[in-house]
T-cell receptor, first 116, second 117 residues
Framework: AQKITQTQPGMFVQEKEAVTLDCTYD???????LFWYKQPSSGEMIFLIY??????QNATEGRYSLNFQKARKSANLVISASQLGDSAMYFC?????????????FGKGTTLSVSS | DTGVSQDPRHKITKRGQNVTFRCDPI?????LYWYRQTLGQGPEFLTY????????KSRLLSDRFSAERPKGSFSTLEIQRTEQGDSAMYLC???????????????FGPGTRLTVL
């Protein structure tokens, strides 16, 4: 069965520093998609970044990058130059199934706290 | 482009009552999803639609739950005879899937927080 594991319940970082949030996944499919979402205390899930299993380059979106290591089945999120507004819950998710548009399965999340 | 909206944002009800939530997806998105999130957990999939057709239901979606998307636009999620265990955040998301496009990002609404007393 497909599974997402986020082993860090909480992470602390100072403003302007970089931080890496860990995510490992388990699937027997060759084709899959990996996502990271941010959930502030308001509750809304905000899409950050996507990596397809066949993408050769690591995905980047502004200050977010995804360190994709296929052989290790890891998809860590790197946030560069942390800001106070980055304090939130972060979820790693995987598309369940080979086809686009199917359900996502989520990890338990990591709480990131950014201090000044 | 307006985002996904959900109504109500908060609902408090007594055990045994029925509740209904509404989700309006991003216009032109053909897929609509419902998830449930309990405290300290990631969202769990409930069901999804392509246009008006309900394509998949999770085993979490007991007989007391029913979802509809009658005209392929907004969707409703109804919970009958609510139980305290139904207390959770109910999240709706939408996406545009065409021609097998693999970047099928789901965009989420603000959620409806249900409290069953």
């Amino acid at each position: 069965a497909q599974k997402i594991t986020q082993t860090q319940p909480g992470m602390f970082v100072q403003e302007k520093e970089a931080v890496t949030l860990d995510c490992t996944y388990d699937t027997s499919d060759q084709s899959y998609g990996l996502f990271w979402y941010k959930q502030p205390s308001s509750g809304e899930m905000i899409f950050l970044i996507y990596q397809g299993s066949y993408d050769e380059q690591n995905a980047t979106e502004g200050r977010y990058s995804l360190n994709f290591q296929k052989a290790r089945k890891s998809a860590n999120l790197v946030i560069s130059a942390s800001q106070l507004g980055d304090s939130a819950m972060y979820f790693c998710a995987m598309r369940e199934g080979k086809q686009a548009g199917t359900a996502l399965i989520f990890g338990k999340g990591t709480t990131l706290s950014v201090s000044s | 482009d307006t985002g996904v909206s959900q109504d109500p944002r908060h609902k408090i009800t007594k055990r045994g009552q029925n509740v209904t939530f509404r989700c309006d997806p991003i216009s032109e998105h053909n897929r609509l999803y419902w998830y449930r999130q309990t405290l300290g957990q990631g969202p769990e999939f409930l069901t999804y639609f392509q246009n008006e057709a309900q394509l998949e239901k999770s085993r979490l979606l007991s007989d007391r739950f029913s979802a509809e998307r009658p005209k392929g636009s907004f969707s409703t999620l109804e919970i009958q005879r609510t139980e305290q265990g139904d207390s959770a955040m109910y999240l709706c998301a939408s996406s545009l899937v065409w021609g097998g496009r693999a970047t099928d990002t789901q965009y989420f609404g603000p959620g409806t927080r249900l409290t069953v007393l």
